[in-house]
T-cell receptor
Framework: GAVVSQHPSRVICKSGTSVKIECRSL??????MFWYRQFPKKSLMLMATSNEGSKATYEQGVEKDKFLINHASLTLSTLTVTSAHPEDSSFYIC???????????FGEGSWLTVV | AQSVTQPDIHITVSEGASLELRCNYS??????LFWYVQSPGQGLQLLLKYFSGDTLVQGIKGFEAEFKRSQSSFNLRKPSVHWSDAAEYFCAVAPFRNQGGKLIFGQGTELSVKP
């Protein structure tokens, strides 16, 4: 079964509203999670590193006020797309790193459509 | 500039033929190296990874990859392609070994399989 779970898998929201995507590690604690964005037929772009108990580290060019990341517990990171616009429509995917075994687990991804 | 390059955007091979997908990276030290596969609309599946040791790595679904330090390459191979192998393939690197889990992806190679 899934080791990292994302929810929702698909979401449609109206332009101007905010939407939250959750990423959970199901059977291990993850002090660090990662958020990626993928446009159709494109590669995955690292958006930010989510750090438990501290601020996220954003990659260059990613608006931190637009893509709010919260990592309040060792098993949950959330990505909130604020004041969403149609150009924010994309596939968002998270990953979590398990130190023991040095393994990376990806979530199933979340399709966001802003109408 | 630091990067991961997959030179081939799209490759078509006949079913039963051999396959090689290219991946080159430009990072100072040897990063961790990965190959993932993604079917349309789906998440990522790990095919194989290289951390250290034997430079020929065996993965799932009959895939293998060879790390060549001198060429900064990590090419993916399969001796006989099946129609079900048609998908998008991504090479990824973890450039900083002490930042486990942070991956940089190549542009991807779309594989089509002819009957």
């Amino acid at each position: 079964g899934a080791v990292v779970s994302q929810h929702p898998s698909r979401v449609i929201c109206k332009s101007g509203t905010s939407v939250k995507i959750e990423c959970r590690s199901l059977d291990f604690q993850a002090t660090t999670m990662f958020w990626y964005r993928q446009f159709p037929k494109k590669s995955l772009m690292l958006m930010a590193t989510s750090n438990e108990g501290s601020k996220a580290t954003y990659e260059q060019g990613v608006e931190k006020d637009k893509f709010l990341i919260n990592h309040a517990s060792l098993t949950l990171s959330t990505l909130t797309v604020t004041s969403a616009h149609p150009e924010d429509s994309s596939f968002y995917i998270c990953s979590a790193h398990r130190g023991s075994g040095n393994t990376i687990y990806f979530g199933e991804g979340s399709w966001l459509t802003v109408v | 500039a630091q990067s991961v390059t997959q030179p081939d955007i799209h490759i078509t091979v006949s079913e039963g033929a051999s396959l090689e997908l290219r991946c080159n990276y430009s990072y100072g030290a040897t990063p961790y190296l990965f190959w993932y596969v993604q079917s349309p609309g789906q998440g990522l599946q790990l095919l194989l990874k290289y951390f250290s040791g034997d430079t020929l790595v065996q993965g799932i679904k009959g895939f293998e990859a060879e790390f060549k330090r001198s060429q900064s390459s990590f090419n993916l191979r399969k001796p006989s392609v099946h129609w079900s192998d048609a998908a998008e393939y991504f090479c990824a690197v973890a450039p900083f070994r002490n930042q486990g889990g942070k991956l940089i992806f190549g542009q991807g190679t779309e594989l089509s399989v002819k009957p």
